[in-house]
């Protein structure tokens, strides 16, 4: 079973940035495809990025050129950079193993806590 830590959530203004991590307990290299997951209050849980191992991205319409996910194997980590934040970004931002059917993306395996981004002014 793979674990999941994620981390750098926060509070910031609209058009401000914030860099989320993912650590796996796992080599992060034998992972084939990962990608960020949010959860609005009320709403459901929406895939906003994926990444796999040969590097080739994915993102919801919704965060397009805004959002950038990579994967740092020396460090172990995934990452999410976000910018240009807008309240409606605001959500508990969760990493995940992902697999692709057909042309879908699919959670698998257990969901780490989550971190928490709000944006407000």
């Known amino acids: 079973q793979v674990h999941l830590v994620e981390s750098g959530g926060g509070s910031v203004q609209p058009g401000g940035s914030l860099r989320l991590s993912c650590v796996p307990s796992t080599n992060i290299d034998s992972i084939v495809y990962l990608g960020w997951y949010r959860q609005a209050p009320g709403k459901q849980r929406e895939l906003v990025a994926a990444?796999?191992?040969?590097?080739?991205?994915d993102y919801a319409d919704s965060v397009k050129d805004r959002f950038a996910i990579s994967r740092d194997n020396a460090n172990n980590t995934l990452y999410l950079q976000m910018s240009s934040l807008k309240p409606e970004d605001t959500a508990d931002y969760f990493c995940s193993r992902l697999r692709r059917v057909n042309s879908d993306w699919e959670h698998i395996g257990s969901w780490g806590q989550g971190t928490q981004v709000t944006v407000s002014s």
């Open positions: 990444h796999t191992r040969s590097g080739i991205t």
